[in-house]
């Protein structure tokens, strides 16, 4: 059974929009979370994370929300560019192991 | 700079035979990560290692192997490659301090495996 879940296969924007991932996950006991960004054919690149003591980490235009107590997170990227198309995938890493979402496919229109 | 490095990024290849995913990173780190990922589905472990004669299994590591002789280099074997290991294949490497948290993977570029 999936641990981590993104419900949104994928999400199309408008160029200069916010836009907002989401990410469910199953055990409370999961205290950092990843998203990583994936291009076709590359490897997935880290893009920010949080650690469960805080509620919100911010660097640039991409910013991360935990609520900790609906077990969910999100990225907003604001504001998105055509660029920020690509795959999106979330991530926790409880100790010594990592559970990733199946990704969300964001398409950011010019 | 410091990165990891996978070759080769495309291959195609004949049901049956054998093949090596290499990979390479320059980092330092000790542990390192193959996974395998589909369109639209997650990043499938298959096998791990915490450093130098360290090896792990994860969740699909039935039909492959790994060996960890040097810090730097973690190669993937197929022994006889089918249909189904149509794939990509990704190399991750971590800054892992022990029981620590807050471990972050970095990627090599992939390899995308197309087995006919």
């Given at each position: 059974?999936?641990?981590?879940?993104?419900?949104?296969?994928?999400?199309?924007?408008?160029?200069?929009?916010?836009?907002?991932?989401?990410?469910?996950?199953?055990?409370?006991?999961?205290?950092?979370?990843?998203?990583?960004?994936?291009?076709?054919?590359?490897?997935?690149?880290?893009?920010?994370?949080?650690?469960?003591?805080?509620?919100?980490?911010?660097?640039?235009?991409?910013?991360?929300?935990?609520?900790?107590?609906?077990?969910?997170?999100?990225?907003?990227?604001?504001?998105?560019?055509?660029?920020?198309?690509?795959?999106?995938?979330?991530?926790?890493?409880?100790?010594?192991?990592f559970y990733?979402?199946?990704?969300?496919s964001?398409?950011?229109i010019? | 700079?410091?990165?990891?490095?996978?070759?080769?990024?495309?291959?195609?290849?004949?049901?049956?035979?054998?093949?090596?995913?290499?990979?390479?990173?320059?980092?330092?780190?000790?542990?390192?990560?193959?996974?395998?990922?589909?369109?639209?589905?997650?990043?499938?472990?298959?096998?791990?290692?915490?450093?130098?004669?360290?090896?792990?299994?994860?969740?699909?590591?039935?039909e492959?192997?790994?060996?960890?002789?040097?810090?730097?280099?973690?190669?993937?074997?197929?022994?006889?490659?089918?249909?189904?290991?149509?794939?990509?294949?990704?190399?991750?490497?971590?800054?892992?301090?022990?029981?620590?948290?807050?471990?972050?993977?970095?990627?090599?570029?992939?390899?995308?495996?197309?087995?006919?």
């Amino acid at each position: 059974d999936q641990q981590v879940k993104q419900n949104s296969p994928s999400l199309s924007v408008q160029e200069g929009r916010i836009s907002i991932l989401n990410c469910d996950y199953t055990n409370s006991m999961f205290d950092y979370f990843l998203w990583y960004k994936k291009y076709p054919a590359e490897g997935p690149t880290f893009l920010i994370s949080i650690s469960s003591i805080k509620d919100k980490n911010e660097d640039g235009r991409f910013t991360v929300f935990l609520n900790k107590s609906a077990k969910h997170l999100s990225l907003h990227i604001v504001p998105s560019q055509p660029g920020d198309s690509a795959v999106y995938f979330c991530a926790a890493n409880p100790r010594n192991q990592f559970y990733f979402g199946t990704g969300t496919s964001l398409t950011v229109i010019p | 700079e410091a990165d990891i490095y996978q070759t080769p990024r495309y291959l195609v290849i004949g049901t049956g035979k054998k093949i090596t995913l290499e990979c390479s990173q320059t980092m330092g780190h000790d542990k390192m990560y193959w996974y395998q990922q589909d369109p639209g589905m997650e990043l499938h472990l298959i096998h791990y290692s915490y450093g130098v004669n360290s090896t792990e299994k994860g969740d699909l590591s039935s039909e492959s192997t790994v060996s960890r002789i040097r810090t730097e280099h973690f190669p993937l074997t197929l022994e006889s490659a089918r249909p189904s290991h149509t794939s990509q294949y990704l190399c991750a490497s971590s800054e892992w301090k022990g029981f620590s948290t807050n471990e972050k993977l970095f990627f090599g570029s992939g390899t995308q495996l197309s087995v006919l």
